[in-house]
């Protein structure tokens, strides 16, 4: 895959994966975790999988706390492609601070937001995915990689395709995204064959996203674009950015506006939300156990699940179906893998009770 001309690709780096725990927590989210098996981190592949495409040309944005961490997994790059936030506040701000950067730095740029734990397992479809949406964004639109949907999800959100572009074939007009379905929604998207996942993939050039940004939020844009010019603002300004995701500051008012388009995207994606959907990416069968983690020591009997062991301390599951079990040093997950989304509610009773040290 040839590299795509002046394309930039913003990572953000963010989120304690909460559904993930107690394999993924604040002080060591899942982008930081080999999840695959791969012996590379998701963060790791991300990079791996787009510079082919974009060459050095990157700028990580990630949490102060976990600064050095992404520097130390990403030796190849310059430390200073590595920016801190000083605190989260959610993707707009992240891959706008990147926007602002790139604006001054290279006229001619366009950019890519990837998150870093998401996995694609065919790099060649994403490389020439990327390279049409990079090539309809040089034309003003901001664009979005619309993921084929293999089920009726409820999990993530949807974008509705509209008309194809005549000018960018590959490419259609966005009238407007959408919010989680319900199952029986979801199965009419599926049904309807208009209707992709939304994985947060975007790619424009970014004084667009920031013009865009400027006619809902003005006054955000004007921050993050004083923040570039002086980057000594960052610690003072940052706690004021508002806390928004860029769907709902940009992308959804943007669509409305019909400056939105969608490249359809079969890919292999997976954004790894939780135990049932590691299960499914580690192709777990039923009547087996798939077992994550080197030096283990794991048994089952008439039992299927996955088992992530990161102790070394024998397991041993017997007639259970669909089970999930997390072992780490200082806390065990036993749960199914259908009740998988709920892991999220014990680290919220982990943080009431005051339990910050294992969250």
């Known amino acids: 895959m040839p590299v795509i001309h002046n394309l930039w690709a913003v990572i953000p780096a963010g989120g304690a994966g909460t559904r993930l725990w107690p394999l993924s927590r604040a002080a060591s989210p899942k982008f930081l975790h080999d999840l695959t098996g791969s012996g590379r981190s998701l963060l790791q592949e991300t990079v791996d999988r787009l510079t082919p495409l974009v060459e050095d040309r990157f700028l990580v944005v990630t949490g102060t706390p976990h600064r050095a961490a992404v520097i130390a997994q990403l030796s190849a790059l310059d430390p200073t492609a590595v920016l801190a936030e000083p605190s989260p506040r959610d993707s707009m701000a992240a891959i706008g601070l990147g926007a602002a950067l790139l604006e ?10 990837f998150a870093a734990d998401h996995v694609v397992t065919d790099p060649d479809a994403f490389g020439e995915v990327v390279r049409i949406a990079a090539e309809v964004a040089r034309d003003n639109w901001l664009v979005t990689l619309g993921i084929e949907p293999t089920h009726p999800s409820t999990a993530f959100g949807y974008i509705r395709m509209g008309e194809p572009l005549a000018e960018h074939p590959g490419a259609h007009a966005v009238p407007g995204f959408v919010e989680k379905p319900s199952v029986d929604v979801a199965e009419q998207y599926l049904a309807a064959g208009t209707y992709r996942w939304n994985a947060g993939m975007f790619v424009v050039r970014p004084a667009v ?28 300004v940052w706690p004021t950015l508002p806390k928004i995701a860029l769907d709902h500051a940009v992308a959804e008012p943007a669509a409305e506006a019909g400056r939105v388009a969608v490249v359809p995207a079969a890919m292999g994606w997976d954004d790894i939300g939780d135990f049932d959907s590691l299960s499914h990416l580690l192709e777990a069968d039923l009547g087996h156990l798939t077992v994550l983690g080197e030096g283990s020591c794991v048994r089952g009997v008439d039992s299927s699940g996955l088992v992530v062991a990161g ?3 024998v397991i041993s599951v017997v007639g259970l179906d669909d089970i999930v079990v997390v072992d780490t040093p200082d806390a065990l997950l ?26």
């Not at 001054?104 to 937001?113: E, H, I, L, N, Q």
């Not at 809902?216 to 000594?232: C, E």
């Open 334 to 359: 036993v749960t199914s893998r259908e009740r998988a989304q709920d892991v999220k509610q014990v680290v919220s009773r982990l943080r009431a009770d005051g339990r910050a040290d294992l969250t």
């Open 104 to 113: 001054r730095r290279d006229p001619d740029a366009v950019m890519g937001s």
């Open 311 to 313: 102790t070394g301390r």
């Open 209 to 236: 996203l920031l013009d865009l940004l400027a006619q809902w939020h003005p006054d955000f844009a004007d921050q993050l674009r004083q923040i570039a010019a002086d980057p000594s603002l960052l610690e003072d």
